[in-house]
C-alpha cells in the first residue's frame, strides 16, 4: 500500500515570499503520478500541478513549481509571490499507475497542510 | 454543463438512519468515485465505478454501498448510520482515459454529512 506524508500541518507566508510545502510518499511501484490539491474553505478540490514519474523534468503552473526526487520518494511545491488567495489547505497525492493491478485509480492523500498568507 | 453535482451539500442524521448521498456528473465521464475526508486527514477513497453496472471498493467500504445504473448517476448509500460516518464526503468522475493517464479527476463540491 502506498502512503503519502505531509509533515507541516500548518505553515504561514508573508504576501509575495515563496514558500515550500514538502511532501514524501512510500510505494514499490515505478509508474505513477503525484498531484497537489487546493482546498479552499469554500471545500472545492482544486488541482494545483501535476508530475508524471517517468517524466525527470520538475512541473510548474505559473507561480507553482515541483521539487521531484523520485530516488528520495520527495514531491515538494514552491509557491512564488505568494498570494492572498493562495490561503488554503494543500494536499499531495498519489495514484499508481493504471496496470498496477490492486489499487489502480485510487488516489492516496497525505493528511494536508494549512497554509496561510498573511498581508 | 453543469460538471459533478452533489446533493445535499448538507445533511444531519440520527444513528441507525439510511440516507443516500447523490453524485451525477452531466460529461459522459465513465469513471466516477466517492471519497470521505474526515478532520485533519486526506481523502480517502470509499468505492469507485469503471462504467454502468461495474462498480468496485476502494480503502474504506465499509457501511457504504454504491451501484451504477446508469453513466451519469453515482449515489452513495449508507443503510445503518453511525457517528464514525460524520465526514465530508466528495464525489469525482472523469473520462476512462483521463484516470488511466494519471489526469486529475474533477471532484464535486462535497457532502458535509453529521451523525448523531
Known amino acids: 500500500a502506498q502512503t503519502v506524508t505531509q509533515s507541516q500541518p500548518e505553515m504561514s507566508v508573508q504576501e509575495a515570499e515563496t514558500v515550500t510545502l514538502s511532501c514524501t510518499y512510500d510505494?514499490?511501484?515505478?509508474?505513477?503520478?503525484l498531484f497537489w490539491y487546493k482546498q479552499p474553505p469554500s471545500r472545492q478540490m482544486i488541482l494545483v500541478i501535476r508530475?508524471?514519474?517517468?517524466?525527470?523534468q520538475n512541473a510548474t503552473e505559473n507561480r507553482f513549481s515541483v521539487n521531484f526526487q523520485k530516488a528520495a520518494k520527495s514531491f515538494s511545491l514552491k509557491i512564488s509571490d505568494s498570494q492572498l488567495g493562495d490561503t488554503a489547505m494543500y494536499f499531495c497525492?498519489?495514484?499508481?499507475?493504471?496496470?498496477?493491478?490492486?489499487?489502480?485509480?485510487?488516489?492516496?492523500f497525505g493528511k494536508g497542510t494549512k497554509l496561510s498568507v498573511i498581508p | 454543463n453543469a460538471g459533478v453535482t452533489q446533493t445535499p451539500k448538507f445533511q444531519v442524521l440520527k444513528t441507525g438512519q439510511s440516507m443516500t448521498l447523490q453524485c451525477a456528473q452531466d460529461?459522459?465521464?465513465?469513471?466516477m468515485s466517492w471519497y470521505r475526508q474526515d478532520p485533519g486527514m486526506g481523502l480517502r477513497l470509499i468505492h469507485y465505478?469503471?462504467?454502468?453496472?461495474?462498480?468496485d471498493q476502494g480503502e474504506v467500504p465499509n457501511g457504504y454501498n454504491v451501484s451504477r445504473s446508469t453513466t451519469e448517476d453515482f449515489p452513495l448509500r449508507l443503510l445503518s448510520a453511525a457517528p464514525s460516518q460524520t465526514s465530508v464526503y466528495f464525489c469525482?468522475?472523469?473520462?476512462?482515459?483521463?484516470?488511466?493517464?494519471?489526469?486529475?479527476?474533477?471532484f464535486g463540491d462535497g457532502t458535509r454529512l453529521s451523525i448523531l
Open positions: 469525482a468522475s472523469s473520462y476512462l482515459w483521463e484516470v488511466r493517464a494519471g489526469q486529475p479527476q474533477h
Open positions: 510505494t514499490s511501484e515505478s509508474n505513477y503520478y
Open positions: 508530475q508524471e514519474a517517468y517524466k525527470q
Open positions: 497525492a498519489f495514484m499508481k499507475h493504471f496496470d498496477s493491478g490492486a489499487g489502480s485509480y485510487q488516489l492516496t
Open positions: 460529461m459522459n465521464h465513465e469513471y
Open positions: 465505478s469503471v462504467g454502468a453496472g461495474i462498480t
